[in-house]
């Protein structure tokens, strides 16, 4: 009885903070732009232009896929054409 009330207890909170620990939407870029930035100067030039879209598009694709039909073919695999695999 006591590891169901600590599981529903564990399960409540999480479910309570989840909102609060921001893991989806605006950080994705602050992120990677950080994570380019601490890169050795070789590896960044080696993005080139990518580099921006890389840490402004590319990193939110899961979060827009579902709000930009222009997006979706990104989150498609060639096995299942038309059927997104993010889960949204």
Do not use: N
């Amino acid at each position: 009885m006591t590891r169901h009330l600590v599981f529903i207890a564990a399960s409540f909170t999480t479910v309570l903070l989840a909102p609060c620990a921001h893991a989806w939407g605006g950080p994705h870029g602050p992120i990677t732009r950080a994570a380019l930035d601490a890169l050795p100067a070789w590896q960044q030039e080696a993005f080139g232009a990518e580099r921006q879209p890389l840490a402004s598009l590319y990193c939110a694709l899961p979060d827009l896929v579902y709000s930009r039909a222009d997006l979706a073919p990104y989150a498609m695999m060639d096995s299942r054409p038309g059927v997104k695999y993010l889960v949204g």
